[in-house]
């Protein structure tokens, strides 16, 4: 520091030209330091107090005015261009000057004294730069450039020495701040330690004050308990008092029940004495039940013995004959039917009034006798014919095949007999309706005798020698439906691709009818406005069983109503309609050839040579009981028809197809 205060009179001396010197200087920057009490390394002051040259330290202002001289003399030496500095400018004169230095680190001495440039004045300078030796004096420049070595020399020998005296400083300090790290490390250490101790202390601290807490806690439980516990006892003192009082109060009524239990035991005898005999009579009862049980089977087997035994004596074909009253404007044409007559309620005489064979004017009536199981006159209602009628429905609730089918002329009033009219009322409801009726309200009956019922219905109708399924409203295209076996062991037929439905009550069925009447098939002639021009047939499979007997009765109950038989040349047929009027002769010829043979016991039966017979042959056959209605049409310009369909009628009834045997296992 004292050298830097030496040089200090120098720096000050310096003009502003110094600044070209400055700028175009090559000498390294110095960074700018501010020397302060609080910045001077400690270790530097501690030395030179020890040394004695503590007197000889400038003041702190002083320091500070050398610093600031000496760096802005060396920020103008290294500013300054190399190729226009003028050592004259700055060139001082020499004067002997005492440099007061630092002790070195080795032996504590004095720095050598050093001869530094005294303070050059602004006038000297002055001349000196503007001062300017000619080309040719070339000695002279010599001596001036041997005059800026000497002070260039004087330079580099104070910065060396003062270099060496900042790296001893530098020395001093690096020693110093590895000594101050050391302690800092280790009073680091210390206060990690510390730290340590008091997380330790602090944790030990905090422990202690959860398990004081805790024990608070438990404190003032095992207070709370303590006074609960004091709660129930006196609350248990109380009931134990009540408890004494209510076992006095059980003991006086423990005596009561004693003496109430061995009356109750006297009276328990005697009622397990009648029970026992109450038991015997139940037995008895049982047995009694189980014997009636036994009596009702029989005597409901005995009833259907002797109800098919009747059916067998009036025939397992029979023939019913109606004859349908005159509707419309058949009233106004014919005021009385003359041509027909009834005996009895078993014949019916058709007459015929025809010239004599003579050639006179006199004529004589043709009587054509007929007799038939029932004959029922136009005046019979539906409900008269149905109870003829439901005899054979009872029959295939007992197991037996029964086929119901209405034949004769268009518009005799077939489909009106078996469906009744359009719109259907209690009194006008045809056969199919009442038949379907009377079994569910028969298996109501028998559910109480231990018989279960199943129902299985199927709508058909046969159109020109085709299948068509009246319960199908859209039917499908290429849909065929044959008639086959159900195996090689069995009788039983069924039809491919054809909707049977399971119905469970009287209602199903009468959905089922109306849809079919929806989608038979219908068409206007000259006889009928409404002809019916297909077959069609309504069957409901019956399946019982009795559990108890291992009983099973299964049937088939056909009922059929047939495409009215029509004269062609009354009809008035053409088209579609005639080959329709051709097909059902040809079936209704069929059927009336099946039943021949049958009636003539023939080997073979040309049941195959029509859908209708083919479809109905398990109840045209000898195990079945077959009922023909025979409807005739009232107007006599009809009589031609109706001698037919009677002629018809006639030959069925003569027929003898032998018993029929019910299908129970």
């Known amino acids: ?35 302060s009490d609080e910045n001077i390394p400690q270790s530097a002051v501690k030395r030179l107090r020890d040394n004695g040259a503590a007197s000889t330290r400038p003041k702190l ?60 004045s602004k006038t000297a300078l002055s001349v000196v730069v503007s001062k300017k030796r000619p080309g040719w004096d070339l000695k002279g420049q010599v001596a001036d450039m041997q005059e800026k070595v000497s002070v260039y020399k004087g330079k580099m020998h104070y910065l060396t020495e003062l270099n060496r005296s900042l790296q001893e400083e530098l020395e001093l300090v690096k020693s110093h701040l590895k000594n101050s790290k050391a302690e800092a490390f280790n ?45 129930v006892c006196n609350t248990q003192k109380e009931d134990l008092d009540g408890l004494r009082a209510t076992k006095q109060n059980l003991s006086n009524l423990l005596e009561l029940k004693e003496g109430q239990i061995q009356v109750t035991e006297a009276n328990l005898s005697q009622a397990m004495h009648e029970l026992e005999q ?41 023939v019913f004959c109606r004859v349908r009253p005159l509707i419309g404007v058949e009233k106004e044409k014919y005021e009385q039917i003359e041509h027909i007559s009834f005996q009895d309620d078993r014949s019916i005489i058709l007459y015929k009034v025809e010239e004599s064979h003579t050639g006179r004017e006199r004529k004589e009536a043709v009587k054509y006798h007929f007799d038939f199981d029932c004959v029922f006159q136009p005046t019979a209602t539906q409900e008269i014919i149905f109870e003829e009628l439901s005899l054979l429905v009872q029959s295939a609730l007992d197991g037996y095949h ?96 054809l909707k049977y439905k399971t119905v469970t009550s009287e209602e199903e069925v ?90 003539n016991k023939e080997s073979h039966i040309p049941f195959r040579n029509s859908k209708l017979t083919y479809l109905l042959q398990n109840s045209l056959g000898g195990n079945s009981k077959t009922l023909m209605f025979v409807n005739i049409s009232p107007c006599e310009e009809n009589f031609s028809e109706s001698l037919n369909s009677l002629r018809f009628a006639s030959k069925v009834n003569e027929c003898v197809i032998g018993t029929a045997h019910a299908n129970r296992r």
């Open 278 to 318: 109450l038991r015997i009579q139940v037995a008895d009862l049982k047995a009694e039940t189980a014997r009636q049980a036994d009596e009702l089977c029989a005597q409901e087997m005995q009833r259907r013995k002797l109800h098919n035994i009747i059916q067998e004596l009036k025939g397992n074909i029979r």
């Open 402 to 497: 029964v086929c119901i089918f209405a034949y004769g002329q268009t518009g005799s009033g077939k489909t009106y007999t078996m469906e009744g009219p359009d719109i259907v009322t209690l009194d006008t409801m045809g056969m199919i309706p009442r038949a379907v009726g009377q079994i569910f309200k028969r298996v109501d009956e028998l559910k109480n005798k231990g018989w279960k019922y199943s129902f299985t219905a199927s709508f058909i109708e046969i159109y020109n020698e085709t299948i068509r399924d009246l319960l199908v409203s859209k039917p499908e295209k290429n849909v065929e439906y044959e008639i086959k076996r159900v195996s090689q062991t069995s009788e039983e037929l069924y039809v491919t691709n």
């Open 187 to 231: 009073a680091h250490q210390q206060i990690s330690a510390k730290d340590l101790e008091v997380k330790t202390l602090l944790a030990v601290q905090q422990d202690l004050n959860t398990e004081l807490q805790k024990s608070k806690t438990e404190l003032l439980n095992v207070k709370l308990d303590r006074d609960n516990f004091f709660n």
């Open 510 to 599: 009468h959905r089922l009818l109306q849809i079919a009447r929806t989608n038979r098939s219908v068409a206007k002639t000259a006889i009928n406005d409404r002809s019916s021009r297909s077959h069609s047939v309504f069957q409901l499979k019956i399946a019982g069983r009795h559990e108890d007997r291992d009983l099973n009765a299964s049937s088939v109950l056909s009922l059929v109503d047939l495409a009215g038989s029509e004269r062609l040349d009354k009809s008035l047929s053409t088209g579609e309609r005639l080959r329709e009027a051709q097909a059902i002769n040809t079936s209704l010829s069929t059927l009336g050839l099946v039943i021949t043979s049958i009636s």
């Open 61 to 120: 202002a002083t320091d500070i005015a050398a610093k600031r001289s000496f760096e802005n003399i060396r920020l103008k030496i290294s500013s300054s261009p190399p190729a226009k500095r003028s050592l004259e400018n700055v060139r001082p004169k020499v004067t002997s000057a005492t440099v007061v230095g630092v002790p070195t680190k080795a032996t504590g001495r004095k720095p050598v004294p050093a001869v530094v440039p005294a303070t050059v």
């Open 1 to 35: 520091m004292e050298q830097l205060l030496q040089l200090s009179p120098l720096m000050a001396g310096r003009s502003d030209d110094d600044k070209t010197v400055k700028a175009n200087s090559n000498l390294p920057m110095l960074k700018k330091r501010i020397l």
